[in-house]
């Protein structure tokens, strides 16, 4: 007998054998994923077909789909099931820049539309309608959705709506009314979903793109300092505070009195509420990068070289600083470098003062010659129990 025939038999019958079991464990899989009464159930099914939505991606989409048409299928009324068509086709047809398009967002509202007219209280329809929405630019029928889901105790998201459709309104009419509103409704949503941590990275990074797109910092500024009054033992005070600092800094709006002042807060923050609201390296650092793209050298220097001394792990700042060190004749980078290296001593850092010092004493002795001792003691001290 042929014995690469008896080896391609058995190959075959092994693969026969794989696929029996695989058809086998999928089948038992499904069909304990969900009972027969469940498979009868609308509202069941059209649970499931969030669960899939929520995982995201094209199989879990077709999946979210099948459990949706099944619903309305058993259930031509069934609100729910016309929502996640709705929002599928808008998701499945994103932009490459994450935006939805146009066409597929007027096609959902006539399904939003739909469940609205079966469930007028349906939460889900009316929030995704309000997505919609904005897609299409329609910002006052927007804030008018927004509005009916605060009615029925909605507490965070219409803030986050009604920013956005404020926002939009600012864009194209740039009326001053509009920018104070989406600010407003920007700020209430950073404090509403400090609570919920689900919301919190949303709106943090709605906040970011409100104050960038209206750049109306100074009375955003004032309004934080006085809910600080307000709430001086809240952590978030302070944190939505910080936050606004930086992100002034990167657009490139600096004040003299920023540091001194952003220190003060940070102290004060932390004695009140025992949080580590930021740090002064924080702000050392996005300083730094705006004199940097300025070119202004000196001052990307002193910035840069704060930095560096409040965290040595921000290692990609030693290679500017080098490179701005080419830029002087003078002294003031041996100045920089005993002044990371102090602040490394000052607060018991006794290896990255190590590490730092064999550095600079390598290429200057000199220079370093004083701080030797201290670096020596530093290292001597005995690790407290």
Not at 126 to 151: G, M
Not at 330 to 357: P, T
Request: aromatic share 12%; net charge positive; charged share 30%.
């Amino acid at each position: 007998m042929n014995t690469l025939f008896v080896s391609e038999k058995k190959k075959h019958i092994f693969l026969f054998f794989f696929i029996f079991l695989n058809i086998f464990f999928i089948g038992v899989h499904s069909s304990h994923a969900l009972s027969e009464s469940d498979l009868q159930n609308p509202t069941i099914l059209t649970n499931e077909g969030w669960k899939y939505f929520n995982k995201g991606g094209s199989q879990n989409y077709d999946m979210a789909e099948e459990y949706f048409q099944k619903a309305l299928r058993l259930n031509k009324y069934h609100a729910d099931a016309y929502v996640g068509i709705g929002r599928l086709n808008m998701e499945r047809n994103r932009r490459p820049n994450d935006d939805y398009t146009e066409i597929e967002c007027k096609k959902a509202l006539v399904l939003f539309d739909k469940a609205i007219s079966l469930d007028n209280k349906s939460i889900r329809a009316h929030s995704n309608k309000c997505l919609a929405l904005l897609c299409i630019d329609d910002f006052d029928a927007a804030l008018q959705e927004a509005d009916l889901l605060e009615s029925q105790n909605i507490t965070c998201s219409p803030h986050y709506f009604r920013a956005k459709a404020y926002k939009g309104k600012y864009l194209s009419k740039k009326r001053l009314s509009d920018k104070k509103m989406a600010i407003v409704e920007s700020t209430d949503y950073l404090e509403c979903s400090q609570s919920d941590p689900n919301q919190s990275a949303t709106a943090v990074n709605l906040f970011r793109d409100i104050m960038r797109t209206t750049k109306d910092f100074d009375s955003t500024e004032k309004y934080f300092k006085r809910n600080i009054e307000l709430k001086p033992h809240s952590m978030w005070s302070y944190y939505n505070y910080h936050l606004l600092i930086l992100l002034r800094t990167d657009a490139g709006y600096l004040k003299d009195t920023d540091v001194s002042e952003f220190e003060r807060i940070i102290k004060e923050g932390k004695s009140k509420t025992g949080f580590n609201i930021g740090a002064m390296w924080e702000l050392h650092s996005h300083r730094g990068e705006v004199f940097f793209n300025r070119k202004e050298y000196d001052k990307a220097l002193v910035e840069d070289t704060e930095c560096l001394a409040g965290n040595p792990n921000h290692q990609h700042l030693r290679k500017r600083i080098s490179f701005l060190c080419s830029q002087f004749s003078d002294n003031r980078c041996i100045k920089s470098w005993r002044r990371i290296i102090q602040a490394y001593l000052d607060r018991g850092d006794c290896s990255n003062a190590a590490k730092e010092f064999k550095i600079q004493y390598e290429n200057d002795p000199t220079s370093f010659e004083k701080l030797k001792k201290s670096v020596s003691r530093c290292k001597e001290k005995k690790p407290e129990l």
